[in-house]
């Protein structure tokens, strides 16, 4: 009888792991989704092979490496489960409980739609391995893991939610990208006092953004703001171009163009979402540069 059962459970299984190779479908649509955060690009450093980490971050609490996210199994997150994977992008820990600083924008991508993950961390294990170790970050502020973060995450840091599926169109696509998956805010929203992002100025440009950048308001606003037609900044995404003649510089373009994949690789339909979208949200005054 127990045997029987067992035979049973073991035909029940036996589907699941014939499907755990993930489809090339899959795989493309990780891809995209890779394509659609920029790139991953902060995990790259410039000129070098994609996703082996290596990055240095500077911030107020000391510096880090961005990490190896190739899937070699001993330097990189080969050996992880597809959960434990997914639980570090979305949620800043690490197979061994480790925190990740925010530096990792885990927040945000909390907002990405479940088989959105999936998809990408298939693509992931698709990606060259590279045998590189990860380089110690360096914490100078006294208890910062420990105390600081935690308290900072609960009381200021807010977490995008995650929609059931993936919207497919429309501003609610548009929105989806921007918010979740090309972390626009990260760059484009000012910071409070407590470096958290300030969404009550959502995309409303940041003087002092990531790598000292100076990041343009991109809300409606007239004045101050992004006045390009919905086309401009749809063409905008794919290469770089500017209505004025000039091109995308620094970190913008590093999303644009990606590793191995970027914004540029959007469909000029998401391209348009995202634009479209842009225009809808509140246009907020803020002077940036010049
Ligand atoms: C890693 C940081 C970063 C991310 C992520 C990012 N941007 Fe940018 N963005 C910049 C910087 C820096 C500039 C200024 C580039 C320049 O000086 O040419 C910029 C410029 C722009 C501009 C041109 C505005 C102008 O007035 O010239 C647009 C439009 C824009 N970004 C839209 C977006 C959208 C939409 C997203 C998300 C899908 C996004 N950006 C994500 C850093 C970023």
């Known amino acids: 009888m127990r045997l029987a059962l067992l035979f049973a459970v073991s035909l029940l299984c036996a589907p699941s792991l014939a499907t755990a190779q993930p489809s090339p479908a899959e795989v493309a649509r990780g891809r995209y989704i890779f394509g659609a955060t920029g790139g991953c690009g902060c995990h790259t450093v410039p000129k070098e092979t994609a996703n ?17 996210i190739t899937p070699d199994r001993q330097a990189g997150i080969g050996a992880w489960t597809d959960e434990q994977i997914i639980t570090a992008i979305r949620s800043g820990r690490r197979p061994n409980g480790e925190r990740l600083l925010p530096v990792h924008p885990f927040t945000v991508f ?3 739609a479940a088989e959105d993950l999936k998809a990408l961390v298939a693509f992931l294990r698709t990606t060259p391995p590279v045998n590189r170790a990860n380089q110690p970050k360096r914490i ?3 208890m910062f893991e420990s105390v600081f973060l935690p308290a900072w995450l609960a009381a200021f840091a807010p977490r995008e939610t ?14 989806y990208l921007v918010r979740a998956v090309g972390h626009c805010g990260e760059c484009h929203t000012p910071r409070t006092m407590t470096y958290a992002t300030d969404n009550s100025r959502f995309l409303a440009g940041n003087p002092q953004g990531p790598e000292k950048s100076e990041v343009p308001n991109i809300t409606p606003d007239p004045q101050t703001g992004l ?13 770089g171009n500017k209505p004025d003649g000039d091109v995308a ?8 163009q990606g590793t191995l994949a970027g914004y540029r690789d959007l469909t000029k339909a998401d391209r348009l979402a995202i634009a479209h979208y842009l225009k809808s949200i509140p246009p907020v005054r803020n002077k940036i540069g010049k």
């Open 140 to 142: 100078t502020v006294p």
């Open 227 to 239: 006045t390009w037609s919905e086309e401009e900044i749809a063409e905008y995404l794919a290469t």
């Open 162 to 175: 995650p929609p059931a599926a993936a919207p497919t169109s429309g501003i609610a696509r548009g929105e």
């Open 52 to 68: 082996a980490g290596g990055r240095r971050y500077d911030g107020p609490f000391g510096t880090v490496y961005s990490t190896n």
């Open 110 to 112: 909390n907002g990405m």
């Open 249 to 256: 510089d620094g970190l913008m373009a590093e999303v644009i």
